[in-house]
């Protein structure tokens, strides 16, 4: 199993002046690191790169930072499906320079963007399509390509498990897998285990979340269950920390409250990696 953070715990873009949180990261004991990229983020990917490798920190990506509301793999407009999977492919591209593995998030839509209907089977096929394509791209770039549900007030696309799975089926492609996010489940269902028993071999990893992004194990997600599905699948994949730190921006905190994130649940990034890693040891 791997154990990771999301760089936002620590910063609100990944930079060249970032490097320095990769040291955190092992000296916390943790095998992975995951960067948010997107059109706003800068840096010299190779010396991330080489900074992470020399650590033995393996590098992961996902949308974080500014993602055209137009590049969208589930709309209507064969255009606007035409420009996410260049957008997608350009984000894999990057993760490529990183060597990064894996290419993470709710890849299938765009976050925010909701119809408020049910998902037509035209949409739910071209939006398979366009996955197809995508993570064809990313096998020739030996990057994974893997899928995450958000809650129903983030898309309409994909909000369970079930539903992840079913894209992946018409698909139909060897590399694409399921990432679980336990802060957006927590509105999807009641039974955290049955979600992470119908990802089966699909279930590439776990984002470890409270119900309000606070630490794993302060909150009301019913972490027994999770430990012990992951137990029962004999599950050897990726846990990886994610929240927004709210000692970011003004004395506001306003790099959380801009991520929806009300409560001061990460004043200190090191602190809450370590809180959290101790509990998730414990329990698994």
Known sequence: MQFGTHCYIFTASWSDQSLPILDIAKESGLDCFEIGVGDDVYFTPHLTRKTAHALGLELLISPGGYWPRDCDL?????????RALAWHKKQIDLGTELGATAYTGALY?????????PQAESE????????HDLAEYGWRHGVRVVIEPMSHFRTHVINTVQQAVRMIELADHPNL??????????????DYAAQIQQAGKLLWGLHACENDRG???SGLV???Q???ALRGTLFQGYVILESYNS???DPAGSFAYQHGMLHNVCPDGREFVQRAMDFIRRSM
């Open 177 to 190: 897998s399921v990432l679980i996010d336990t802060y957006h489940l927590i509105t999807e269902t009641r």
């Open 222 to 224: 019913p972490w027994g």
């Open 124 to 131: 739910q096929r071209s939006t398979a399509e366009g996955l």
């Open 247 to 249: 000692s970011i921006g």
């Open 109 to 117: 839509g765009h976050p925010g963007v909701l119809s408020y209907r």
């Open 226 to 228: 999770v430990f012990s």
């Open 215 to 217: 630490v794993p194990g």
């Open 74 to 82: 589930s709309a209507d407009s064969s255009e606007q499906r035409a």
